[in-house]
Structures are given as C-alpha cells and as structure tokens.
Nanobody, 119 residues
Framework: EVQLVESGGGLVQAGGSLRLSCAAS????????IGWFRQAPGKEREGVSC????????YYADSVKGRFTVSSDKGKNTVYLEIHSLKPEDTAVYYC????????????WGQGTQVTVSS
C-alpha cells in the first residue's frame, strides 16, 4: 500500500520558518516525483512544489518561489519542504502526493499537516 505521512506543521509567527516532512512507503521512492500541495480555507488545492528524486529537478509555484525549498533524502524515503519568511497567506493544510500531477481522484495523498501563520 502506498503511504505518505506529512509532519512538521504548527503555529508560527509571520517571518518564521518551518520544515515539513513527507515520509513515503509502499512504492519505489526513486521511480516517482513527489509533489507538495496546500489548501487554504475556502480555496482550491494548489500545487506549490515538486521534486524528482531520481534527478533532483524541482518546481515551485510563483506564489512560493524564493521562500520554499524542496529536497529529498533517498535513504529515508523522505521529502522535505523548508518554508522561510512565512506569511499569513501561507496558512493552509499542506499535503504531499504522488505523482506531482495528482488530483483528488488520481494519485496517492497523505493526510496533511496544518500550517498556521499568525501576524
């Protein structure tokens, strides 16, 4: 069974930083790119980042470019999302998914981790 488990969310003041983790199991980690998504209250789920474990290629949405950094650790089958200079508008549930093009009806998703940014 494919399993993705996010962790690392929490409450942080604007300007602070967080490191989110996505632990993967049940599939060959190196065969798939893993995406990070977020969903704010009342908003559509949006893709924010993607990383290919095989070649290290990364992608960032314009809304997070320059503040978010995605990385992977093949030995731990884990993808990380480092978030800096957090803004209140970053408040959302953050999910990881396989593949990066995952939708609610396609692909595998974690349970999400809540990030709340106070001003």
């Amino acid at each position: 069974e494919v399993q993705l488990v996010e962790s690392g969310g929490g409450l942080v003041q604007a300007g602070g930083s967080l490191r989110l983790s996505c632990a993967a199991s049940g599939f060959t980690f190196d065969d798939y790119a893993i995406g990070w998504f977020r969903q704010a209250p009342g908003k559509e789920r949006e893709g924010v980042s993607c990383i290919s474990s095989s070649d290290g290629n990364t992608y960032y949405a314009d809304s997070v470019k320059g503040r978010f950094t995605v990385s992977s650790d093949k030995g731990k089958n884990t993808v990380y999302l480092e978030i800096h200079s957090l803004k209140p508008e970053d408040t959302a549930v953050y999910y990881c998914a396989v593949p990066c093009e995952a939708t609610p009806d396609f692909g595998s998703w974690g349970q999400g981790t809540q990030v709340t940014v106070s001003s």
